[in-house]
């Protein structure tokens, strides 16, 4: 029989309103229940992903079959509206069977060679990395060449059993659905849109295997943002104990290691946001510079600087997390049993210097000044990451959102500058805060910053902001940029990220 498309009337409901009545999804057993128009569709295997599966077809409406090796022993495991059967009986009557075994089984499944050919077979199956690397072949395309007679469609292997059963979230709607064969690959998209989600055409069957590395990927993006701060905080870390713990303790036999789990870490922190923020800013200065200097948007950036453009978000993101952290730790510090001491011993010697009232008044100011360009930084830079998030960045017109992030994000930069400048108020430039010659930690800190800040009031300037402005609509300086590129050139030409 022909790939019959899945039927509209049969499959235009939403995925939250089940297209049966709710009574039938209830009642005892069997499909003679199911309305006979309901679309049925096999199951292959009853395991975790088959059971899921099950229960959100039976909710969107479809009747199921499931062929299992023991159908008495698995028919308890699943929804009353499925029909639990052996392998054979249950891929004789559905034209769309879901195989939901693991590679290594498929080969047990040719046995049903005969009663399969014509029909659509769904490949939900994914790889482990070992496997993933062992193969050549895809599971799908291997499937296939098991199968000749049938059409193979790879989908729903980036879904989860759990969200399966649970219904889509926001987060992972989307259904990448590939094969060689259109009017298959339409019929299991209108399926997967009937149960909620998204489908995605991601081509031919050949496109499996990108598919099937899909759910192997371990926050590829952050890989190395989160080894950029990593670096950086053990850098600063390491500063830190040589200043604050190993220099007391080698010039002034003095024992400061238990500084190292809350103080040491609580002013390694603010380095690592303050500079991370500065490298979100640092390759947009990069890139206008660029672009000035070529007189042109049109030629591509360089990769690395491609790349970094393109790691911003998740720099920033990390940059938040450690300033939270860094308020966090701050909140902590009073109720640390050393700084009771210390008050108390400073105290003491008050009172045997009779001293009654101390109060530096510049002290007193710095102190106010620098707490509060604090909060304001970690307040703008939450706000930033808010708005990162893709429900609310969907929800913002392009030109709210660069504002909030370019120009609220500079002015994070900026406070969290003034931030670090009244904490290190005059030390820069007192001897006893050099520690084995090292510079207060803050000194090193504030490099890129500056050059960012410095850099960007620069390109603000009319010469520069006219021209930038100028290229970016597309001006070119006279012989900037050849249109005509060796053809490998322009193979590998990008979009500019800017
Ligand atoms: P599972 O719980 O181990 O179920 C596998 C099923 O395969 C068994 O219940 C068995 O059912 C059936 N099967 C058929 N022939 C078999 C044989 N020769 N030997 C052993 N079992 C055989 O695995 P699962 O988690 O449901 O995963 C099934 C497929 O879905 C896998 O390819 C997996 O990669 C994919 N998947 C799973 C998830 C998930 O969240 N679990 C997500 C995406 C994709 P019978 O005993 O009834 O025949």
């Given at each position: 029989m022909p790939h019959q498309p899945v039927?509209?009337?049969?499959?235009?409901?939403?995925?939250?309103?089940?297209?049966?009545?709710?009574?039938?999804?209830?009642?005892?057993?069997?499909?003679?229940?199911?309305?006979?128009?309901?679309?049925?569709?096999?199951?292959?295997?009853?395991?975790?992903?088959?059971?899921?599966l099950a229960t959100r077809l039976v909710g969107s409406g479809f009747s199921v079959v499931?062929?299992?090796?023991?159908?008495?022993?698995?028919?308890?495991?699943?929804?009353?509206?499925?029909?639990?059967?052996?392998?054979?009986?249950?891929?004789?009557?559905?034209?769309?069977?879901?195989?939901?075994?693991?590679?290594?089984?498929?080969s047990s499944l040719c046995g049903l060679s005969d009663p399969l050919a014509g029909k659509i077979l769904v490949d939900v199956s994914n790889p482990t990395e070992q496997e993933h690397f062992q193969h050549r072949k895809s599971n799908a395309e291997y499937l296939a060449s098991l199968f000749p007679t049938c059409t193979v469609v790879k989908a729903f292997n980036v879904i989860s059993a759990w969200t399966l059963q649970a219904g889509p979230r926001d987060g992972n709607r989307q259904v990448p659905i590939c094969s060689d064969q259109p009017e298959a690959k339409h019929t299991v998209s209108e399926l997967a849109h009937a149960m909620g989600f998204t489908p995605v055409d991601m081509g031919p069957l050949a496109s499996a295997r990108e598919l099937e590395a899909m759910p192997l990927r371990l926050f590829p993006s952050w890989?190395?943002?989160?080894?950029?701060?990593?670096?950086?905080?053990?850098?600063?870390?390491?500063?830190?104990?040589?200043?604050?713990?190993?220099?007391?303790?080698?010039?002034?036999?003095?024992?400061?290691?238990?500084?190292?789990?809350?103080?040491?870490?609580?002013?390694?922190?603010?380095?690592?946001?303050?500079?991370?923020?500065?490298?979100?800013?640092?390759?947009?200065?990069?890139?206008?510079?660029?672009?000035?200097?070529?007189?042109?948007?049109?030629?591509?950036?360089?990769?690395?600087?491609d790349h970094w453009l393109q790691h911003r978000k998740q720099i920033g993101l990390l940059s938040f997390f450690c300033a939270a952290l860094h308020a966090l730790y701050s909140f902590c510090l009073p109720l640390r049993r050393s700084h009771r001491y210390d008050l108390v011993n400073l105290a003491v010697k008050q009172v045997l210097a009779n001293k009654s009232h101390l109060w530096i008044e510049e002290e007193v100011w710095r102190m106010e000044i620098y707490l509060s360009l604090g909060v304001l930084a970690l307040g703008t830079l939450s706000l930033l990451a808010v708005t990162s998030l893709p429900s609310i960045a969907n929800s913002l017109s392009w030109r709210e959102f660069s504002f909030i992030q370019s120009t609220l994000g500079f002015v994070a930069l900026v406070l969290s500058t003034g931030h670090t400048l009244t904490y290190g108020w005059t030390r820069a430039f007192e001897e006893s805060f050099y520690k084995f010659y090292l510079p207060p930690t803050f000194t090193l800190t504030l490099l890129v910053p500056c050059v960012v800040i410095l850099a960007k009031g620069l390109f603000l300037l009319p010469c520069f902001s006219r021209r930038l402005a100028q290229i970016r609509r597309g001006w070119e300086r006279e012989g900037a940029f050849q249109r005509v590129l060796p053809a490998d050139c322009a193979l590998t030409e990008k979009t500019s990220h800017v």
């Open positions: 039927g509209a009337t049969k499959m235009s409901g939403e995925m939250d309103k089940p297209l049966i009545s709710h009574h039938l999804m209830e009642s005892d057993s069997s499909l003679a229940e199911i309305p006979s128009q309901a679309f049925k569709v096999g199951i292959l295997g009853s395991g975790d992903f088959a059971r899921s499931v062929g299992s090796r023991h159908p008495k022993r698995a028919a308890g495991l699943f929804p009353s509206g499925a029909q639990v059967t052996f392998q054979e009986e249950a891929v004789s009557s559905p034209d769309i069977i879901f195989v939901a075994v693991f590679r290594e089984h498929y890989k190395v943002p989160a080894l950029l701060a990593l670096g950086l905080f053990v850098c600063f870390f390491l500063y830190n104990f040589v200043r604050d713990v190993l220099q007391p303790y080698v010039r002034e036999d003095k024992n400061k290691f238990y500084k190292l789990p809350v103080s040491v870490v609580n002013t390694t922190l603010p380095c690592v946001a303050y500079v991370l923020l500065s490298l979100v800013y640092l390759p947009g200065v990069l890139a206008a510079a660029l672009q000035l200097r070529r007189g042109t948007k049109y030629r591509r950036f360089p990769d690395w600087l």
